[in-house]
């Protein structure tokens, strides 16, 4: 099948038919008409797009550039008119409609702050809320619930997603089976600028408990952040920089430990603001032993990570923004040498960041600009340690330092034409990445990328609304010589095209229906290109090649979801063909001097496809239950028929929950079928099943006070994770463990 083909002609399809197919979405039934203008309470300026909504009915429309909005053909009689739009008071208004007058009407509607708790910011630059693929976001109570040592355990489980790990502290999310930088993870929109991407032991540079929210996008994601995300989109975003802030002090501290490894974490924020600015500090600390599993002890799973920012924000008329500078130091050890205990691997990171926001509204067509930036410097070091005879010594097998930069401008624009409000940007990113170290398995990169995207969405009735993307992307990458690499010298240039096509539908008020098109294209990594050599870290010999090519994805997704009284219910699914996609695949050779296994990257025609189902059902006031699956089936498609590695097996989740007057208690248990469906050379895993208890209380009347318990494989289950490359080393996953998490909000 031509896939290109089919993708053009699945552009010129929505262009026909928004040219030719509005008229008749916009039909109704026999009855009158009513015209109007709505007009801003504070400025008395018309308003476009504003939503004019018939309650209880498919009746509705947009006003236009000017204002004024008109409906026809409505039933006679007596109606609620519902206005609405995102960042003004929503209103209702009892109108009746005669049989021969028209009804004109004059509205007038206030400004709100904006709650973006309920608006995924990271799916659009606009924020619209309206959705084209499936999407999560976690805040609050609720990233308190999942409080884990690792942004990879705290997703772990949600529909569509996994964690890669060797160990608590390297744990990184997986998205449908995609890893790597077919995911993107940024800070607040912007690059990290670690190297977690790039290997099993590697970890995200962010604690969690330094996260005040976290958005996830599964699915080819805005194009706002780069051409590679066909997988998603994982966006952790802290209060660095103060956005919303009470007048006088306000702040947090939180508290974390956890009986499995004997963790400690503490956390603590304080802000202090005028209604111009506000400055703020946070300081994170976590240490903890080895992990506990139902075999004994995992040696070289420790770790002492510190975390801390200070941030300044302003408020100024019609601009706000602000700058913080951050420090993240981790130690952790890695299962390297289970049978020798006189050897360990430990890595040691530092990460130091700048980055900083502006944000300004004007009149005119680009009514709101913001500029974001992201720059930071990152040492790590894995090192061999050795105990001899009391003597400890130390070599650095592989060093990584890393000078990168991110930035993106975007401006909003107001709505013309067809088109509601949209967005341009640019985006630029760039890093010079030294490595050395006795076993330094790669050379070094320098890359640079800058690229221009537009999003823009068509309200093509009340109903029904496009949206479509375009970015291209010129980037640059230079391989590095170093002591192990001293004769390399190659460059690549490419021009990267992508772009997406999506819908929204919404025929009731209950009712959503999302899906999108779109083509990705990702450049191969240093590691894909060069890599030859073991990687401790990893604990794998990798062996890449220069011959592979860029990697080209197609995908489609498609999502439903009902939100009725008592239930809500999303389905989402998934297909991606990929051209040229890069392969991590085990040989099951070793390599005779590191007594590693061999993995080499290669590239091959693949498809990936599967889904994701949830339900959420409040039986009574008090009681609900949260059903989930989610599935994953990836193989070769053209040199043979082969599984890919790594693929989450199918998996099972049901949560029951009772909520009380100053908490709640919930039980919940998981079962993860037996992975069979996999690569050549790499092993089955076998099924299992794992039950939790959470229980939290809310001292005082305000719940500023919030105390949850959570115990986690109860029955000191077995099992290992597929994903889980210390499950290759023979180790299975943590035994029961006992997790106390304390918060308390202070103004």
């Known amino acids: 099948m031509n896939y290109r083909l089919l993708f053009t002609q ?179 929109g912007e690059r990290m600028g670690d190297v977690s991407a790039s290997g099993a032991g590697h970890s995200l540079s962010m604690d969690p408990l330094s996260a005040n929210r976290v958005e996830v996008v599964k699915g080819p994601a805005s194009l706002m952040y780069g051409p590679s995300a066909l997988g998603g989109v994982i966006n952790l975003m802290t209060a660095d920089i103060p956005e919303d802030w009470s007048y006088g002090s306000s702040g947090v501290v939180s508290a974390q430990g956890a009986s499995v490894n004997k963790m400690g974490a503490g956390f603590l924020r304080y802000t202090k603001g005028n209604q111009q600015w506000a400055a703020t500090a946070r300081l994170a600390y976590r240490g903890s032993g080895n992990l ?38 981790q130690i952790y050890g890695l299962p390297e040498e289970m049978d020798d205990p006189d050897e360990e691997i430990e890595v040691r990171q530092y990460r130091y960041g700048m980055q900083g926001r502006v944000t300004t509204t004007r009149n005119g067509f680009f009514d709101n600009a913001q500029l974001r930036f992201h720059a930071t410097y990152l040492d790590q070091k894995e090192i061999e340690i050795e105990y001899d005879d009391g003597e400890i010594e130390e070599d650095v097998e592989l060093s990584h330092e890393k000078h990168s930069i991110s930035s993106t401008l975007t401006l909003q624009h107001r709505p013309i034409g067809i088109f509601d409000r949209g967005a341009i940007g640019l985006n630029m990113h760039g890093h010079n990445l030294e490595i050395g170290g006795d076993e330094a398995y790669t050379p070094g990169e320098r890359r640079a990328n800058l690229g221009i995207f537009t999003f823009q969405e068509i309200p093509v009735s009340n109903r029904w609304r496009m949206q479509a993307g375009l970015r291209g992307d010129i980037q640059y990458t230079k391989a590095l010589a170093n002591h192990i690499f001293p004769d390399v010298n190659q460059s690549r240039s490419a021009v990267n095209l992508t772009g997406s096509v999506g819908v929204n539908y919404r025929p009731t008020q209950h009712i959503e229906i999302g899906g999108q098109l779109a083509r990705a294209l990702r450049n191969p990594t240093v590691e894909e290109l060069f890599a030859d050599g073991p990687h401790l870290c990893s604990g794998v010999y990798e062996v890449g090649s220069t011959d592979l090519k860029d990697e080209i994805g197609l995908g489609a997704d498609l999502f439903a979801d009902l939100n009725i009284h008592k239930l809500q219910l999303e389905l989402a699914g998934f297909y991606y063909n990929y051209s040229n996609y890069i392969i991590f695949e085990p040989t099951g050779q070793t390599d005779e001097l590191s007594s590693l296994p061999i993995f080499i990257y290669e590239g091959d025609q693949a498809r990936l496809f599967g889904g994701e189902a949830s339900a959420n059902l409040q039986l009574t006031e008090k009681f609900r239950t949260r059903l989930s699956a989610d599935y994953v089936n990836a193989r070769r498609t053209s040199q043979g028929r082969e599984y890919l590695p790594f693929i989450p097996p199918l998996r099972y989740r049901a949560e029951f929950e009772y909520t009380y007057s100053s908490g709640w208690i919930s039980a919940h248990v998981r079962h993860v079928k037996a992975q069979d469906k996999v690569a050549i050379a790499e092993e089955i895993t076998g099924s299992y099943t794992l039950m939790g208890l959470t229980t939290a209380y809310r001292i005082d009347y305000h719940g500023r006070h919030v105390i949850i318990v959570r115990m986690e494989n109860i029955f000191n289950t077995k099992y290992r994770d597929h994903l889980s490359r210390v499950e290759d080393r023979q180790f299975p996953m943590p035994g029961r463990n006992i997790n106390l998490a304390y918060r308390f909000y202070f103004h």
Request: with cysteine.
């Open 292 to 329: 506990m599993t139902p075999e004994g002890v995992m040696p070289g799973t420790y770790m002492d990570n510190f975390d801390g920012a200070l941030g300044f924000g302003f408020d100024r008329s019609n601009t706000r923004g602000g700058i913080s500078f951050s420090a993240n130091r």
């Open 10 to 188: 699945y552009i010129l399809f929505f262009v026909l038919f928004v040219c030719f197919g509005s008229p008749a979405l916009l039909a109704g039934n026999a009855g009158n008409i009513m015209t109007g203008t709505v007009v801003s309470a504070e400025t008395g300026q018309p308003l476009p797009f504003i939503n004019i909504i018939i309650e209880g009915t498919n009746y509705g429309t947009f006003t236009n550039d000017h204002g004024h909005f008109i409906l026809e053909k409505i039933p006679a009689g007596n109606h609620r008119l519902v206005i609405r739009a995102m960042g003004y008071k929503t209103q209702l208004l009892d109108v009746q409609i005669h049989p021969t007058q028209p009804l004109h009407l004059s509205l007038v509607i206030e400004e709100v702050q904006l709650d973006l708790n309920y608006v995924m910011v990271t799916a659009s630059p606009t924020a619209s809320g309206f959705r084209y693929q499936s999407d999560m976001g976690f805040y609050g109570e609720s990233l308190q619930r999942r409080s884990e040592a690792s942004f990879g355990e705290m997703l772990d489980g949600e529909p569509g997603l996994a964690m890669r790990s060797m160990g608590s502290a390297p744990a990184r999310p997986v998205i449908r089976g995609m890893d790597g930088d077919r995911i993107l993870i940024l800070e607040h």
